[in-house]
C-alpha cells in the first residue's frame, strides 16, 4: 500500500491500536464499578454505546459522572491486573495481519509493512505475559496467506489470566459474573469496531 509518508502511517495506525487497548482496559474498569452499588442506577448499555461509539477516546467514559473510585475499583489495582492493558493491546497486534483483507486504491498492506506496525505497537508496550494469549502474530499471518479462517476475537484469554492471576475477581459472586459476562460481550463488539476503524484510517491515509 502506498502512503505519502510511511513513518506516519505506521505511527498513527500503532497508535490507534494503543489508544484501543487503553479504551477496552478503561471500559471494563467502569464496567465493574457499575457492578458495585450503582448497579440499579446505571444502565450498562450506556457504557458500551460510549466506548463503541469512538474506541480511541481513551476519556469518553468520564462523561457519564462516574468516577473511577479507587477503593470501589480496588481489585482492578493491582500490578497483576494492570498487566491486561499490555496484554489487551497485544491481542490486537496479533491480529494485524488481518489488515492484508483490506483493499483500497493503492492497494493492500505488504508482510512487511504489517511487521513494522505490529513491531512498532510492541515497542509501545504490548505483552504476552506467561503466554496467555494463544493467538500468534505469524500464524495469523499464515492463516491469512492460506485464506483460512481466523477465530473470532473473544474474551477467553482474559477470563484466563483473570483465572490464574486476579483470584479477588475470579471468585464467585454477582459482581465478577457481571463483570465477565459484559466481557464475553464487549471484546466481541469492541473488536469488531477496531477492524472498522483500522479499515478506516487506511483509506484515509493511502488518499481514498
Known amino acids: 500500500m502506498e502512503f505519502i509518508s510511511e513513518r506516519t502511517a505506521y505511527t498513527l495506525i500503532s497508535d490507534t491500536i494503543v489508544k484501543a487497548g487503553v479504551s477496552l482496559f478503561n471500559a471494563v474498569k467502569y464496567i465493574y464499578l457499575v457492578g458495585d452499588k450503582d448497579f440499579y442506577n446505571i444502565n450498562v448499555r ?3 454505546k460510549i466506548t463503541l461509539k469512538n474506541i480511541t477516546d481513551t476519556t469518553a467514559l468520564s462523561n457519564t459522572g462516574l ?3 479507587r477503593d470501589r475499583c480496588r481489585e482492578m489495582n493491582s500490578p497483576e491486573y494492570e498487566r491486561v492493558l499490555s496484554l489487551m493491546v497485544y491481542s490486537f497486534a496479533v491480529r494485524l495481519p488481518l489488515l492484508k483483507e483490506v483493499k ?3 492497494g493492500s ?4 509493512q504489517i511487521k513494522t506496525i505490529y513491531d512498532m505497537v510492541i515497542s509501545k508496550g504490548a505483552g504476552n505475559f506467561e503466554n496467555i494469549i494463544t ?8 492463516m491469512v496467506k492460506l485464506g483460512r479462517a481466523v477465530p ?3 474474551a477467553e484469554w482474559y477470563k484466563s489470566y483473570i483465572y490464574g492471576f486476579v483470584p479477588e475477581l475470579a471468585s464467585v459472586n ?13 471484546f466481541t463488539l469492541f473488536y469488531g469496531a477496531l477492524e472498522e476503524e483500522l479499515e478506516a484510517l487506511l483509506n484515509k491515509l493511502s488518499g481514498t
Do not use: H, V, W
Open 135 to 142: 493467538d500468534d502474530f505469524e500464524e495469523t499471518r499464515r
Open 46 to 48: 450506556d457504557i458500551f
Open 109 to 112: 498492506l505488504s508482510d512487511k
Open 174 to 186: 454477582n459482581r465478577n459474573m457481571f463483570l465477565l459476562g459484559c466481557c464475553d460481550i464487549l
Open 67 to 69: 468516577k473511577l473510585d
Open 104 to 106: 483500497t486504491p493503492s
Open 152 to 154: 473470532a476475537y473473544d
